[in-house]
């Protein structure tokens, strides 16, 4: 994210499919992990990232998801309610696509 400005859930898929198989010791990925440590530190230091979220940004995304998903955002903000009202139904909406293992 530091460098391409995008988060890349699939970039190194293989490697870490190759970790989880156990094709690699503890040492390399300690190695790994402590090499990618110190260019993260100088990547960091470079970066032209903000240092805090676009919260403005970040919650129209969020209405404009919830808008796309109801049709419409009165069928999904309940007005004159509390916080925690308004979070439990949320946790509501997201239990029922979660998946049960």
């Not at 230091?45 to 009165?74: I, Y």
Request: proline letters at 1%.
């Amino acid at each position: 994210m530091l460098v391409e400005h995008d988060l890349d859930l699939e970039r190194n898929r293989e490697q870490l499919k190759s970790i989880r198989r156990g094709e690699w010791s503890i040492e390399q990925i300690e190695d790994y992990f402590t090499k990618k440590e110190s260019c993260l530190e100088e990547i960091y230091s470079k970066s032209t990232l903000r240092n805090k979220p676009d919260e403005t940004g970040v919650k129209q995304l969020l209405l404009n998801c919830l808008e796309m998903h109801f049709g419409s955002l009165d069928k999904c903000i309940a007005k004159d309610v509390t916080t925690a009202n308004l979070v439990q139904e949320i946790e509501d909406v997201l239990s029922k696509y979660r998946i049960i293992k």
